[in-house]
């Protein structure tokens, strides 16, 4: 009964081993923060390399797209902290400045770096009350990128 009872002890150990094992490595390569730019900007260094989704909003004036390519340079920006971020891709119809964004990607020295579809921006004016928001008094054209670089 004991050869029963060590067999069965061995066979659960190694399950429950390479159940920890997997749920470690599908655990650490799929983990996201979300965070808004201020929490990540207050200790940008803690940030570095890891995923991040990252929430603010498209600061007035600061899209720059390179001229014939999908390269984007923006700033994000939430409660007085502001973050750099590069894009190459096609951007939603709502991305726009002042937009509300959420990017994937990762924090750098240099910025953040926005992975392949990984923009998203709300559009205002589906949550302002209608007659007085925002939106209804943007001028026509602020869809259109601020500059070119």
């Known amino acids: 009964m004991s050869k029963k009872n060590a067999k069965i002890g061995i066979t659960s150990v190694v399950l429950l081993l390479a159940l920890g094992g997997l ?7 799929g983990t996201e923060y979300y965070k808004h730019v201020d929490e990540v900007m207050s200790a940008p260094d803690q940030w570095y390399g890891k995923r991040l989704q990252l929430h603010g909003f498209v600061e007035k ?3 720059l797209v390179k001229r014939d390519t999908l390269d984007y340079k923006f700033k994000i920006h939430s409660n007085g902290a502001v973050v750099p971020a590069t ?3 096609i951007v939603p119809d709502t991305f726009k400045s002042d937009a509300e964004v959420v990017v994937k990607g990762t924090l750098g020295p240099n910025g953040f770096t926005v992975e392949p579809n990984g923009v998203m921006a709300k559009c205002p004016s589906k949550y302002e009350a209608s007659g007085g928001g925002a939106a209804a008094k943007s001028a026509p ?9």
């Not at 749920?23 to 390569?29: A, K, V």
């Open 23 to 29: 749920f470690y490595t599908t655990l650490s390569e």
């Open 61 to 63: 004036g600061s899209i």
């Open 87 to 89: 894009y190459r891709g």
């Open 141 to 149: 054209g602020t869809a259109k990128p601020s500059g070119a670089y």
